[in-house]
């Protein structure tokens, strides 16, 4: 009874099977990872240089990473816009909407990517109605290639980068809009330097973590780029999964992991908002 | 959304700490021969194993049989002989496994399998055959059917899209060099460049690159596709695809032992074994699955319709090709990084 009435020894107590549980089942696999990736023969960082050395496979990672980037720009840009439209919205109507793009986050990756087959699929709706028009004469590849793995990563992350991005809309001081506004400023103006200056960090933080997101997605890839666009986690579930080349498969996934914990690091120290108004 | 995740988290943990504390009162409970732990792929062939083959052993020697599941044999067994104990006896093998890794297994005693008549191919000295399955080619019922590889790549005779196998060079290579022309006896060794260059000509024909059977079965069936290179037991059995086992890349599946495993283990998955050569525990099997084992009897069993759609009934073994299991092991490391170079070009 005295440990819990402790603040300090409680808070210990109450974490304490969380950090046991993130250690045995995260900590102690990405060590394990780790160790896979350091080769006996030649030498100790054999597995690297033939990932480094591969055109192959450093053509994978700049395709991973160039498709996280367009990702990570369209679906912070449409989270942007969306978030704004939100702001302005009535309050009654706020919790509605925001509901309405939470709830795909219980439907599983591989079923939002597999609804998009009856859609876009050389059978799916599109094509058959521009087939009966009389439109085209042969379905259209609208999946299986890289824009439909854009597409379809930027349909799942959609939320993951709106629900920051609203958080920090909300926490904008109305007051200062309004004083702009009375003040003379239009409403570009108010906009500009005013409102962009407060989410600013926010925004960018939020296009790095959705980045991260998207270079370590899997199904969806896997799914809609139908085979042909081999990025980074489908390379490792083929060496690792496939192959039981742990080696390689493992030096790709730390290379991948340090891309993720620069571009996290990045995304840190950007800052997030509450931290920075007092500064200015 | 903190609270989603956090739910995930913890049913995630929940699950995963039952698995644990489940594994560990197995290993405490396992003791020799008091039960045959195999170790295979689990699906429908998992069921089929255990109704045809599990049923009648258990039935005559009273030592039950538990499957685990298996993701990657020669991982997980190497894993385990590494651990120190071994809690799989029987694991579920591809041959060039055995033949590229003959010291993770232990030898079979043949004279103690004393097997019915079974083909040669599946006595092997560490190995025992289990099923056959076969890359080959269907289509959608739509589609206008095809008899050979060549035509399977004849987007002028035969117009369509196409879907192939995206992880695996394995059987395409020679499914490439069929469809350019090689006679089937003049398969290996295989003309690996040539393979390469025809599939490289030939690669915009396909619009799929399939990463798993049930995604092949299911864009040919759904008609996404109107041709799939396919796992034979996929659309075996289906009224709605068409498919020949015509240069069928037939492949047989085997059943292997764990090195260093206790007399009595051994003996027990020697009976085992031996209910796998039984032609009417075969016919048994191909009720659950379309791939049918290596009994020389099981022919004279089957119905006429059953022969058309299983790989190992006379007529079908007449028009497919073997896959050359000691070729690839000899050569696979190569061909897996040229597929890798390759599959990312697409």
């Known amino acids: 009874m005295k440990m819990l009435s402790s603040p300090a020894a409680s808070r210990i107590a109450l974490n304490a099977p969380l950090v046991l549980f993130l250690a045995l089942t995260l900590v102690v696999p990405l060590l394990g990872i780790v160790v896979f990736s350091f080769g006996a023969e030649p030498h100790l960082f054999s ?19 160039l498709l996280g980037v367009i990702v990570a720009a369209t679906t912070t840009a449409l989270a942007f816009l969306f978030s704004l439209w939100v702001l302005n919205l009535p309050k009654r109507w706020k919790p509605v909407v925001i509901a309405c793009i939470v709830m795909p986050f219980f439907i599983s990756y591989l079923v939002r990517a597999l609804s998009w087959m009856p859609v876009l699929g050389f059978n799916g709706l599109v094509n058959r109605s521009l087939l009966a028009m009389g439109v085209i004469d042969a379905p259209l590849t609208l999946i299986y290639n890289p824009l439909a793995v854009v597409l379809g990563t930027a349909n799942v992350l959609f939320p993951v980068a709106a629900l920051p991005l609203l958080a920090a809309f909300h926490k904008v001081d109305k007051r200062l809009l ?3 506004k009375s003040l003379g400023a239009s409403r570009w103006t108010t906009f500009k330097r005013i409102f962009l200056p407060l989410v600013g960090r926010a925004t960018l933080s939020t296009l790095i973590m959705v980045f991260a997101i998207a270079t370590g997605f899997y199904i969806t890839p896997s799914v809609l780029g139908g085979g042909k666009v081999l990025l980074a986690p489908n390379l490792i579930e083929l060496l690792i999964h496939r192959r039981g080349e ?4 493992a030096a790709l996934s730390v290379i991948l992991l340090l891309i993720f914990l620069a571009s996290i690091a990045l995304a840190k120290r950007l800052g997030n908002p509450r931290q920075r108004r007092v500064a200015r | 959304m903190t609270i989603t995740r956090r739910t995930v988290v913890k049913l995630l943990g929940s699950s995963a700490f039952a698995g644990a504390i489940s594994s ?9 021969a008091s039960e045959l732990v195999i170790a295979q792929s689990g699906g429908q062939a998992g069921e089929a194993l255990e109704k045809a083959y599990a049923a009648p052993f258990t039935a005559k020697t009273g030592i039950p049989v538990r499957f685990v599941g298996l993701e990657s044999a020669l991982g997980e067994l190497k894993a385990m002989l590494q651990s120190g104990t071994i809690d799989r006896h029987v694991w579920d093998v591809e041959l060039a496994d055995v033949l590229s890794q003959p010291d993770l297994f232990e030898d079979l005693d043949w004279d103690a399998i004393a097997p019915d008549p079974i083909f040669p191919e599946a006595k092997q000295p560490k190995a025992i055959g289990r099923h056959y399955y076969s890359y080959v080619m269907s289509w959608n019922g739509k589609a206008k059917p095809i008899s050979t590889w060549k035509d399977f790549f004849d987007t ?15 059987a395409q290579l020679e499914v490439a060099l069929l469809a350019d022309g090689v006679p089937a006896d003049k398969l290996y060794p295989l ?21 798993s059977g049930s995604q092949a079965a299911e864009l040919v069936t759904s008609g996404e596709v109107d041709y799939a290179l396919i796992y034979s ?23 292997a032992v764990t090195k260093g495993i206790d007399a009595d283990s051994k003996a027990a998955a020697m009976k085992f074994f031996h209910e796998m050569t039984v032609a009417e525990n075969e016919l048994k099997a191909v009720e659950t699955i379309a791939y049918s084992g290596p009994s020389e009897g099981l022919d004279a069993l089957l119905t006429d319709d059953q022969r058309k759609v299983l790989p190992s009934s006379v007529q079908n073994r007449a028009v497919q090709v073997p896959i050359n299991s000691q070729w690839w092991t000899e050569n696979r490391a190569a061909i897996d990084k040229r597929w890798t170079e390759f599959r990312a070009n697409l």
């Open chain 2, 156 to 170: 002028e005779n035969f117009p369509g899209r196409r879907a192939m196998m995206s992880y695996d060079a394995y």
């Open chain 1, 178 to 180: 309004e004083a702009a």
């Open chain 1, 246 to 249: 742990w080696g390689s498969g």
């Open chain 2, 233 to 255: 037991g996929r659309v075996a059995y289906s009224k709605d695809v068409g498919m020949t086992y015509n240069q069928g890349i037939s492949v047989l599946n085997y059943l």
């Open chain 2, 191 to 211: 003309d690996v460049d040539r393979a390469f260059a025809f599939l490289e000509a030939n690669k915009d024909k396909v619009q799929v690159w399939w990463d």
């Open chain 2, 24 to 32: 560990t009162l197995a290993s405490r409970a396992f003791s020799a």
């Open chain 1, 47 to 65: 597995n690297y240089v033939q990932v480094v050395s591969s055109r192959t496979y450093m053509r994978v990672i700049g395709m991973t990473l």
